[in-house]
C-alpha cells in the first residue's frame, strides 16, 4: 500500500474510532462502575465483535447487507433494542460497594455484551464493508492488504477505548457515595437508551 494511503486510512480511523458511540460508552461505563482493569473486558469483547464484523466484510457481507435492505434493518434493531435494555437496567442499578466496584467478578458477562454491543452495531459492518475495500489493491494478494487494516484499527480503537475508559476511571473517585452511584446509574443509562433510540432511527 502507499504512504500516503496508508496515512489516509489511519487519519480516518483515528476520526472514526474516536466518536463517542456505543462501544466507547461501554468502555466509560464499565470503567466508571468496576475499573479500568475490568473494563479490559470490555475493550476485549468489543474487539472481538468488530473481528467478526471485518471477517464478515471481508467475506463479502457487506455488499449483501447493502443489497437486501431487512438484514440490515434486522442488525439494527436487534442492536438499538440491546442498548436501551442495558440501558433502563443500569437505571434501575443498585448502588455497589466501593469494594464491589473493584472486585473481579462478572467478567464472561462483561465481556459478552461489549461483544454484543459491537457486533450488532450495523455502521460497523457498513463501515468496515465501505471502507476497507477503498484501500484494497486487487491486483495483489488480499490477505496480507485486510491483515495490516485490521491490525491499524484494531490499534487504534484499543487506544480511544482505553482513552474513555481512563476517563470513567476518574468517575470512580466521585462514586463512593450511594446517592453520585444513582446519579452516575441514571445519567448512562440514559445515554445509552438515547443511542439505542438514536441508532434505531438514524437513516445509514
Not at 71 to 83: E, Q, R, V
Not at 135 to 145: D, E, G, K
Amino acid at each position: 500500500m502507499p504512504l500516503e494511503q496508508l496515512w489516509l486510512f489511519i487519519s480516518i480511523t483515528l476520526v472514526v474510532s474516536a466518536s463517542p458511540g456505543p462501544v466507547m460508552l461501554a468502555c466509560m461505563i464499565d470503567a466508571g462502575r468496576y475499573g479500568f482493569q475490568q473494563s479490559l473486558y470490555t475493550m476485549a469483547g468489543a474487539t472481538l465483535g468488530n473481528l467478526v464484523l471485518m471477517l464478515l466484510s471481508a467475506l463479502g457481507l457487506g455488499l449483501l447487507v447493502e443489497q437486501a435492505e431487512w438484514i440490515f434493518h434486522s442488525i439494527k434493531w436487534i442492536g438499538a433494542a440491546y442498548l436501551v435494555y442495558l440501558g433502563l437496567q443500569l437505571m434501575r442499578a443498585s448502588p455497589i460497594t466501593t469494594t464491589a466496584i473493584s472486585a473481579p467478578a462478572h467478567h464472561q458477562q462483561i465481556f459478552s455484551r461489549a461483544f454484543i454491543i459491537a457486533v450488532t452495531n450495523p455502521k460497523g459492518l457498513i463501515y468496515f464493508g465501505a471502507l476497507f475495500p477503498q484501500f484494497i489493491n486487487v491486483q495483489h494478494s488480499l490477505a496480507p492488504q485486510f491483515l495490516l487494516l485490521t491490525v491499524i484499527f484494531v490499534a487504534m480503537d484499543l487506544v480511544w477505548m482505553s482513552v474513555y475508559a481512563l476517563g470513567g476511571r476518574s468517575i470512580m473517585y466521585w462514586l463512593k457515595t450511594p446517592a453520585n452511584q444513582r446519579w452516575f446509574n441514571w445519567i448512562s443509562g440514559g445515554l445509552l437508551v438515547a443511542a439505542g433510540i438514536a441508532l434505531a432511527f438514524s437513516k445509514l
